[in-house]
């Protein structure tokens, strides 16, 4: 018997699903999150599946696992007392930042405070040119000084960024090797092995993240290694990467602020590896949960990534690197939007009379309305209750029975009467006006950046996307929405069902002209062999190994690069003239090109489970009827209510229906069919 | 037509997208540091009455001055010769532009073959030719600045005009980069069009005007309802530009501010005449800075549009340094614009403690300098520097930041230094530079410029340099900036106005002012002041004469009997 466990730690509920890979056969748990100790939560979840399906601890052949705990680390200040050494002359880097405020037009603005406390920063005399040639030798004895200082300071971890360091490491080692002497049992942290990319202040915020994450990863990982080693299991534990992509505890406990994004990478890949599947690899994920949406493109099978990102920022519709009120991370990270629409998002009236939505969240608790909580301000979940989406008797299989009444007059109360419209029409608003929000999302990840939406399939999961994916769907011309089963925990399979990856990039800068191929070799081959020598180390066999090659390239004289796949100068110049045309609406053929990096992801194959297939046979009838409100339809009409367990293969309904299931509901508005696939996937399709 | 409110709030999120999309296009495919990473520009559509209807802006800056140039360049070539895939180019700072360096391109939408509106953007040019490299530096009158572009057809339908091109950039150092960027604003337009394209294709004309007229009385309605709750009368104050670049006569600015329920008058017609130096605001910089003092009175998420700009009212009178007639030098506006704001921030402050910041950076302060190196060609570079924020109500000011309408990132040092010949040797905070005060003012910078390859053009344009940011409610000034220019022969202070030929070798220093405090600095938590004297931003001596605080610096803690003396001696 072997089996194959995931466990997605989110800020409320900690999911976990259990695949057993003979049959293809899942079990699923939800458990609420712990956030004094999130181990305690994964436990139980992992103890609560073994014990359903009659597994041993030491059946589990593989054990995946995405969270939060090195985010909430940072977002609540908690993060070891790390000291940051840099080259002499820059110790202010972190409280300067990028000298910009946060809000234009909020003379109360305030910059986000430094992660190191200006005191435990400390310049070391030495300098690099911007080739790398050496200005100024290392002063060793002044690195030892430091070293002492850093031992007053009682430090726990120690990040170093050394002007220059992405184009040669030298000082940086030294350093790094100076203060290990000196400081034993101290986490150090290099730029030039975190993240060895040019632009210091980026470089620097992300390893200082890496260098104070890392003791807080560390016991948290252990903790969790040795209790699972106390209930026998003996699979390595694996850790979901902000890119997509696991690697190992080991690595993650090296390079923990590639974990960042862990959770909301695993809900993209999930959706990349199901497109995959279902031979549609285009897709656009849309995970929307209590408090945001999410939106990703997948391309060809692949995430989107981006450097871009910030941690610790507000969740907006976000303008593309305009917003400062959080810390860079230049790691690789899958590209999502987040918007504060989720089912909790609050509906309100500003004071030039006008409905809005989120991105304030009642969360879980108080939560919606109609939860009886002692929630009063009306959600979107409260909305999708008055138009008849959301069943009062059989919200998390009756769990809590919803209180329609209830959410009713907060929307009359405080949106409807205001406004002077009906509460329907009001509910009706607050419903659209979050689509056209995620709507706008959507439109970023795609239209915005070159690519036409409706190629791609629409992926719906996350407890409230199947409410709204087929509005959405409709209004950008999508024809396919996809609604995998259980959808509340589709982004804990995600983990069961990725690659070991790794990322290697060198920092060339030269003209891509002057670049032959057999350079281009020279540059690839110790990176390859330093992936392949990492998977194989860590038990991957070696014909399970591949690299991709990949260059990233921009016109001399711009700052953002983009990334093309190939090993080829000329292939490759062609490559990006393209990718530049499709991502900005121009290129420029006869303008020099420049190579910035090159960069191998090395990716160690795992063998995925064969998911189950389900029986075939013929519709059953609905579960039931109710009126539910659709725009398209003039108002309320009877709808069919299905439940999604019932739903055989190749069972076929046309919309407007409801299908409902423990953790979601998925909505099939007029115009639209549906098709159970072989799987049990729902797929809603357009009329023609 | 009517709307109903859903619609409404599709629409309107939809049009700030636009704009948003613009922003995120230009900024990706430029090639100037200025514009790719310092973000030194701003988008906005306009409907077909050349009303501002959305803003994607990046530079508050930008809030005056582009609702008064844009529609002034369609006006002025004729919104009837301008047709589909048509762009009008213009720098023109008279009767309606700003400095130079701000070049517009605007371009119109169709739908059906009926004129919508128009997109455009704004984007701060490195080098428009001109006196110096950079395009900045103390002139005595336009001519010398650059290049001067009356609205002209940049684009048509579609295709570059080669010849207005080829004549833009001859008159230009840093060709390549000028080129880039110059393309990479038509790409934004091109953005622009194709998403409100995509928006008129959703709704249709009829829908997204009514949206529009709804957006803009909506915008009315609800800056309406903010006025209602300020403090009304009337206010007023003056101040100081430091110096003109000619003369070390100061330059007196002066602002009444009324505010009424139905809208706010800014008068400044009490401003000094204009001089032949670079200290002179053209009208739409007044503006600008005028809008951006309200805006910042007002609920920060209420958008900008043609429905605020009603309730504002500017009065200058021409021939004043605050509204610039022809043919005075422009170039140094910005930093007298931003000097005003800081006037009407003091006019409001007894009105409005609360609400505004003692004195900030309160200057653009701008280092631009460039030569020809053998293998670049012509470079230019420009950066502009953070300094201290002012302390506010409740909270310190904020260390090394952009003040008021400016808020450009400082150029990364790695990506300097790999495009342009020189070394940054510093980048560090100015200790003990705060305006001390309850809540103390923000620390300046430092930032040192070596060249070691070889002889450069260096302007300093900014201020600041005589008078510290002023303090409020008992707060102290922030210390002064230092414009320091170091050779073999030792260290000499830079005019803040000044151009000069820096040797291989030589290096130019900035150390820019903290920011003023708030309320008296021995009122200020002991506790405070003890983690500012460890991180080494205020020195033990500053914190027990200036805030009468003891610190015992081993034990890192407050020797409270010895402060408690101290400061009962301030009581007496």
């Given at each position: 018997m072997s089996y194959r466990l995931?466990?997605?730690?989110?800020?409320?509920?900690?999911?976990?699903?259990?695949?057993?890979?003979?049959?293809?056969?899942?079990?699923?748990?939800?458990?609420?999150?712990?956030?004094?100790?999130?181990?305690?939560?994964?436990?139980?979840?992992?103890?609560?599946?073994?014990?359903?399906?009659g597994v041993a601890g030491r059946d589990l052949r593989y054990l995946a696992h995405a969270t939060t705990v090195a985010t909430n680390a940072i977002i609540e200040g908690k993060l070891a007392r790390t000291a940051f050494v840099t080259t002499d002359g820059f110790r202010d880097l972190l409280e300067i930042q990028r000298q910009v405020r946060s809000a234009l037009y909020n003379v109360h603005f305030e910059k986000p405070r430094p992660l190191v406390p200006r005191h435990r920063c400390f310049g070391v005399r030495e300098r690099l040119g911007p080739d790398g040639s050496v200005l100024r030798e290392l002063d060793e004895e002044h690195v030892r000084d430091v070293a002492a200082s850093l031992r007053a300071e009682d430090v726990e971890a120690v990040a170093v960024c050394l002007l220059h360091a992405y184009v040669n490491d030298a000082h940086e080692r030294r350093v790094g090797e100076i203060l290990a002497e000196e400081l034993p049992g101290v986490e150090i942290s290099l730029s030039s092995s975190v993240a060895p990319e040019f632009r210091e202040y980026l470089r620097a915020s992300t390893t200082v993240i890496n260098a104070g994450v890392q003791p807080v990863v560390l016991r948290y990982l252990e903790?969790?290694?040795?209790?699972?080693?106390?209930?026998?299991?003996?699979?390595?534990?694996?850790?979901?990467?902000?890119?997509?992509?696991?690697?190992?505890?080991?690595?993650?406990?090296?390079?923990?602020?590639?974990?960042?994004?862990?959770?909301?990478?695993?809900?993209v890949i999930a959706a990349a590896q199901l497109g995959r599947a279902l031979g549609q690899p285009d897709v656009i994920s849309f995970d929307m949960g209590g408090t945001t949406a999410k939106v990703s493109l997948v391309q060809d099978g692949e995430p989107t990534v981006t450097k871009d990102f910030q941690v610790g920022s507000a969740a907006q519709a976000g303008i593309g690197g305009s917003s400062f009120s959080g810390y860079p991370v230049r790691t690789p990270v899958v590209d999502l939007v987040e918007i504060g629409a989720g089912g909790g998002s609050i509906a309100w009236i500003d004071t030039g009379g006008k409905l809005r939505v989120g991105p304030r969240s009642a969360g879980a608790d108080p939560g919606p309305v109609c939860y009886r909580r002692g929630g009063a301000e009306p959600t979107i979940t409260d909305a999708n209750l008055v138009l008849g989406r959301l069943s009062p008797t059989n919200f998390l299989g009756g769990e809590i029975e919803l209180d329609v009444e209830g959410a009713r007059a907060a929307i009359e109360e405080r949106c409807a009467k205001p406004l002077g419209l009906d509460v329907v029409e009001a509910a009706r608003g607050i419903v659209e006006i979050a689509n056209a929000a995620m709507g706008n999302a959507l439109h970023l990840v795609s239209v915005q950046r070159g690519h036409d939406p409706r190629r791609f399939v629409l992926v719906a999961f996350g407890g409230a996307g199947p409410a709204h994916a087929n509005a959405l769907?409709?209004?950008?011309?999508?024809?396919?929405?996809?609604?995998?089963?259980?959808?509340?925990?589709?982004s804990a399979t995600g983990l069961l069902v990725t690659d070991l990856h790794h990322e290697y990039t060198t920092t060339v800068l030269a003209p891509l002209a002057e670049v032959t191929r057999e350079r281009l070799d020279e540059l690839f081959a110790p990176l390859e062999d330093a992936g392949r020598r990492d998977l194989e180390r860590e038990g991957t066999a070696p014909e399970d190994v591949s690299t991709v090659r990949q260059l990233d390239l921009r016109y001399v004289g711009q700052s953002f690069e983009l990334t093309v796949a190939s090993a080829d100068p000329e292939t490759a110049a062609d490559l990006f003239h393209a990718e530049h045309d499709r991502a900005y609406g121009f290129s420029a053929p006869g303008e020099p090109i420049e190579l910035v990096s090159v960069r191998v992801r090395a990716v160690g194959r795992i063998p995925k489970p064969v998911p189950k297939p389900l029986e075939a046979g013929p519709l059953p009838a609905p579960t039931g009827s109710r009126p539910v409100h659709f725009t398209e339809a003039g108002g309320y009409v009877e709808t069919a209510v299905y439940e999604r367990s019932a739903l055989p293969a190749g069972a076929r309904f046309e919309g407007p229906a409801i299908v409902e299931e423990y953790d979601s509901t998925t909505v099939v508005h007029p115009g639209f069919w549906v098709e159970v696939d072989t799987y049990g996937n729902l797929l809603l399709r357009r009329m023609v | 037509m009517s709307l109903d409110p859903i619609t409404f709030e599709v629409v309107r999120n939809a049009l700030v997208a636009a704009t948003d999309e613009m922003v995120v296009s230009l900024r990706r495919a430029a090639y100037s540091t200025n514009i790719k990473t310092r973000a030194d520009f701003s988008c906005a559509f306009f409907d077909a009455d050349l009303r501002c209807i959305a803003q994607g802006f990046t530079q508050p800056v930008h809030l005056g001055s582009m609702v008064q140039q844009v529609p002034r360049a369609v006006t002025e070539y004729g919104a009837e010769n301008i047709g589909p895939g048509d762009a009008i180019i213009t720098n023109d700072p008279f009767p309606s532009g700003v400095h130079l360096n701000d070049v517009s391109l605007v371009s119109p939408v169709f739908w059906d073959g009926e004129l919508v509106g128009y997109v455009a953007n704004l984007a701060h040019h490195v080098d428009v030719g001109g006196g110096a490299p950079a395009s900045i530096g103390a002139f005595r009158e336009v001519f010398q600045e650059g290049l001067i572009i009356p609205p002209v057809k940049v684009v048509e339908a579609g295709a570059l005009v080669p010849d207005v091109w080829k004549l833009v950039l001859a008159q230009i150092r840093s060709k390549h980069e000028t080129g880039g960027d110059l393309r990479a604003q038509v790409a934004a337009n091109a953005t622009g069009i194709r998403r409100v394209g995509a928006l008129l294709e959703r709704h249709g004309l009829g829908t997204v005007r009514a949206a529009i007229d709804e957006l803009l009385d909506?915008?009315?309605?609800?800056?309406?309802?903010?006025?209602?709750?300020?403090?009304?009368?009337?206010?007023?104050?003056?101040?100081?530009?430091?110096?003109?670049?000619?003369?070390?006569?100061?330059?007196?600015?002066?602002?009444?501010?009324?505010?009424?329920?139905?809208?706010?008058?800014?008068?400044?017609?009490?401003?000094?005449?204009?001089?032949?130096?670079?200290?002179?605001?053209?009208?739409?910089?007044?503006?600008?800075?005028?809008?951006?003092?309200?805006?910042?009175?007002?609920?920060?998420?209420?958008?900008?549009?043609?429905?605020?700009?009603?309730?504002?009212?500017?009065?200058?009178?021409?021939?004043?340094?605050?509204?610039?007639?022809?043919?005075?030098?422009?170039v140094g506006g910005w930093e007298t614009h931003t000097r005003l704001v800081e006037v009407i921030f003091r006019a409001l402050s007894e009105a409005l403690p609360h609400g505004v910041p003692a004195g900030t950076k309160g200057m653009m302060c701008h280092a631009g300098f460039g030569g020809?190196?053998?293998?670049?060609?012509?470079?230019?570079f420009l950066e502009t520097f953070g300094g201290g924020y002012g302390g506010r109500f409740r909270s310190d000011g904020p260390d090394a930041v952009q003040a008021h309408g400016q808020n450009t990132e400082n150029a990364p040092v790695e990506e300097t230094e790999r495009g342009y010949p020189v070394l940054v040797e510093r980048l560090e905070l100015v200790e003990d530079s705060e305006g001390a005060g309850r809540y103390r003012g923000g620390l300046g910078l430092r930032k040192d410029y070596r060249f070691p390859r070889g002889p450069v053009t260096f302007s300093v344009l900014a201020d600041r340099d005589k008078e510290g940011p002023w303090g409020l409610f008992g707060g102290l000034p922030g210390r002064p900036a230092e414009y320091v220019l170091q050779t073999a022969e030792g260290e000499r202070r830079l005019g803040a106005k000044s151009t000069v030929e820096v040797q291989a070798g030589e290096l130019v220093s900035y150390r820019t002012c903290g920011g003023g405090g708030y309320g008296p600095p021995h009122e200020r938590d002991p506790e405070l002041v003890l983690r500012d004297v460890v991180d080494g931003k205020v020195s033990v001596e500053r914190a027990r004469a200036v805030y009468r605080v003891a610190v015992d610096m081993e034990a890192?803690?407050?020797?409270?009997?010895?402060?408690?003396?101290?400061?009962?001696?301030?009581?007496?």
């Open positions: 995931g466990v997605d730690i989110g800020g409320t509920f900690t999911d976990a699903t259990l695949v057993d890979e003979a049959t293809g056969e899942v079990c699923i748990a939800k458990v609420s999150t712990t956030p004094s100790d999130p181990s305690v939560g994964f436990l139980l979840a992992m103890e609560r599946l073994l014990a359903e399906a903790s969790i290694e040795d209790r699972l080693a106390d209930r026998g299991v003996d699979a390595e534990l694996l850790v979901m990467q902000s890119a997509g992509g696991v690697y190992t505890a080991t690595a993650a406990k090296r390079r923990p602020v590639y974990m960042v994004e862990s959770g909301p990478a695993a809900g769907a409709r209004d950008a011309e999508i024809n396919t929405v996809l609604v995998p089963r259980s959808p509340g925990i589709f | 909506y915008t009315e309605r609800r800056t309406r309802a903010e006025l209602a709750r300020l403090p009304h009368g009337s206010f007023e104050a003056e101040g100081y530009v430091d110096s003109d670049g000619y003369s070390d006569e100061r330059v007196r600015l002066h602002a009444r501010v009324e505010l009424r329920a139905d809208g706010v008058r800014f008068d400044i017609t009490d401003s000094e005449p204009q001089r032949r130096a670079p200290v002179n605001s053209t009208y739409a910089q007044t503006y600008s800075a005028c809008a951006y003092a309200l805006k910042c009175l007002i609920d920060p998420d209420l958008p900008v549009n043609d429905g605020f700009y009603r309730l504002l009212q500017v009065d200058t009178r021409p021939g004043t340094i605050a509204h610039a007639e022809w043919p005075a030098p422009v020809v190196d053998p293998e670049l060609g012509y470079w230019c890192r803690r407050v020797d409270e009997s010895e402060t408690r003396k101290l400061r009962a001696e301030v009581a007496r």
